[in-house]
């Protein structure tokens, strides 16, 4: 089933990449002071009192103070993000259908956590930057509409991630991003809000139980024509008279 081979392939990620941050911190415990986590706990048990500065606490680790600690810092920043992007893709990629499938989708859900890092980076400190990014963004004309509206929610999520990788709560990024992708792989794998003969989202796990397509109709000629008459049969021999040898 392919919803059971998803949640397998989610659930062996996840553990795997546990294993390995969980292996990294106990060979080098002082490597949790220069990493992006805590984040969350920053923000939510000291406030700031004037929004308008911004959140600097949460997004600067306890011991970084050199060049190198800050690259280090930025990169896993940006590893984070990205690793918490990847097994978004994958949901995307087995539920989403294949008439509506956006191969550009993908690529978005994987870049754009990586972009939005650095860019809260950037301008988290600084208000006069913020306003800067607004106005280029709303300079730049993006004509790419998205197919539907479940779309727009792996768009979100991969903001999402991003911002929580940029203001140093990794752990954020990748709470949401089990959340978002068990959350799908829960509504695909009960196929919740299904209905015959409906526009279909998610793709269909049963394939068997579609309906046969139709035969196509023979083509109506247009009113005051005829149809092309084909090859006249053999007319049948006259049966002999009686009497006749």
Same mark, same amino acid.
């Given at each position: 089933?392919?919803?059971?081979q998803?949640? %397998?392939?989610?659930?062996?990620?996840?553990?795997?990449?546990?294993i390995?941050?969980?292996?990294?911190?106990?060979?080098?415990?002082?490597?949790?002071?220069?990493?992006?986590?805590?984040?969350? =706990?920053?923000?939510i048990?000291?406030?700031?009192?004037?929004?308008?500065?911004?959140?600097?606490?949460?997004?600067?680790?306890?011991?970084?103070?050199?060049?190198?600690?800050?690259?280090?810092?930025?990169?896993?920043?940006? %590893?984070?993000?990205?690793?918490?992007?990847?097994?978004?893709?994958?949901?995307?990629?087995?539920?989403?259908?294949?008439?509506?499938?956006?191969?550009?989708?993908?690529?978005?859900?994987?870049?754009?956590?990586?972009?939005?890092?650095?860019?809260?980076?950037?301008?988290?400190?600084s208000?006069?930057?913020?306003?800067?990014?607004?106005?280029?963004?709303?300079?730049?004309?993006?004509?790419?509409?998205?197919?539907?509206?479940?779309?727009?929610?792996?768009?979100?999520?991969?903001?999402?991630?991003?911002?929580?990788?940029?203001?140093?709560?990794?752990?954020?990024?990748?709470v949401?991003?089990?959340?978002?992708?068990?959350?799908?792989?829960?509504?695909?794998?009960?196929?919740?809000?299904?209905r015959?003969?409906?526009?279909?989202?998610?793709a269909?796990?049963?394939?068997t139980?579609?309906?046969?397509? =139709?035969?196509?109709?023979?083509? %109506?000629?247009?009113?005051?024509?005829?149809?092309?008459?084909g090859?006249?049969?053999?007319?049948?021999?006259?049966?002999?008279m009686?009497?006749?040898?």
């Open positions: 089933m392919k919803a059971f998803l949640f %397998v392939k989610l659930t062996a990620y996840y553990v795997v990449i546990g390995i941050v969980f292996a990294a911190l106990s060979v080098f415990p002082a490597l949790r002071e220069y990493l992006p986590v805590g984040g969350v =706990e920053a923000l048990s000291q406030p700031d009192t004037n929004p308008l500065e911004g959140s600097a606490r949460a997004a600067t680790a306890q011991q970084v103070g050199t060049f190198g600690e800050s690259i280090f810092w930025l990169t896993a920043a940006i %590893v984070g993000a990205l690793l918490t992007a990847i097994p978004v893709s994958w949901v995307y990629m087995e539920i989403r259908t294949g008439e509506e499938y956006d191969q550009s989708l993908i690529s978005t859900i994987l870049i754009l956590p990586v972009v939005v890092t650095g860019i809260v980076i950037i301008v988290q400190n208000l006069a930057l913020a306003f800067a990014l607004a106005g280029i963004a709303g300079a730049v004309r993006f004509k790419n509409s998205l197919k539907s509206s479940g779309d727009a929610l792996f768009i979100l999520i991969s903001v999402g991630t991003g911002l929580a990788a940029g203001i140093g709560a990794v752990e954020l990024a990748i949401m991003g089990l959340g978002f992708n068990y959350a799908f792989l829960l509504l695909w794998a009960t196929e919740y809000g299904e015959a003969g409906m526009k279909r989202y998610m269909d796990l049963d394939p139980n579609c309906p046969p397509a =139709e035969a196509p109709l023979a083509p %109506v000629p247009p009113a005051g024509s005829t149809l092309p008459a090859p006249t049969p053999p007319a049948a021999p006259a049966p002999p009686p009497g006749s040898s």
